[in-house]
């Protein structure tokens, strides 16, 4: 997986920078390197990607894979702000990291994830499932990280989806099934039609028409559930 992201980050897709930061951040696919993920994400940001910009912006205010500089945070802040809406990813794991709450540990994080998740936060779910996927203050476990993945995702959370789809994509987890996870995507591009196609273009390249009529049938049942 990793690496059809850096061959599009290699052919020029400079957005695609965010989703490989995204890897790095949460140790998907590849080992867990904060410092790597931001400098993708001020890669992405640098060329105007919305959500990398807010991510930066929070790199730099908390020291995370960035050297704290309230000047640059500062400055990244107020680009950020520019932008239409609050980014619920950054939003979350700021307020997991504010002065108020401040957690001490992978173990205490880990702990706050699973706090949420059982309150019913979506973004919570998605949270314990990349803690479990990386081994963040827990042993790495896919099966339950696939669980909670589900969780999200069928909340309609968008990093849920995302992250379910490429469960069953690789096969981490639960067996690979590529129907199954362009089922996922075909979702996820129904209801955030301006969320980046890359996986779902792919995952659809070792797949028939057939296959794909049936992904198509199979999400198109789950949003008519949904409604």
């Given amino acids: 997986s990793a690496y059809w992201w850096q061959r599009a980050l290699d052919n020029g897709y400079v957005d695609i920078a965010k989703a ?80 108020e709450t401040e957690l001490q540990g992978e173990e205490e994080i880990f702990a706050e994830f699973l706090r949420q998740a059982n309150q019913g936060n979506a973004r919570g779910f998605f949270y314990v499932s990349v803690a479990y996927t990386s081994g963040t203050g827990v042993a790495r476990n896919y099966i339950k990280a696939e669980k909670w993945a589900r969780e999200a995702a069928e909340l309609g959370l968008t990093s849920g989806i995302r992250h379910l789809g490429l469960f069953h994509q690789l096969g981490q987890g639960l067996p690979k099934n590529r129907i199954e996870a362009q089922k996922w995507y075909y979702i996820l591009n129904a209801l955030h039609p301006e969320d980046d196609p890359f996986l779902s273009i792919i995952n659809a390249k070792y797949m028939t028409k057939d296959s794909l009529d049936e992904a198509r049938i199979l999400a198109d049942v789950w949003l008519a559930n949904r409604k």
Avoid: C, T
């Fill in 20 to 99: 490989l930061g995204s890897m790095y951040m949460s140790g998907r696919g590849v080992p867990l390197d904060y410092k790597k993920g931001m400098e993708l994400y001020l890669l992405a940001a640098e060329h105007g990607n919305p959500h990398a910009i807010k991510f930066v912006a929070l790199g730099y205010k908390r020291g995370l894979g960035l050297p704290q500089d309230d000047e640059k945070a500062a400055a990244w802040e107020a680009i950020a702000a520019s932008l239409s809406g609050a980014d619920a990813d950054v939003v979350f794991l700021d307020s997991m990291q504010s002065n």
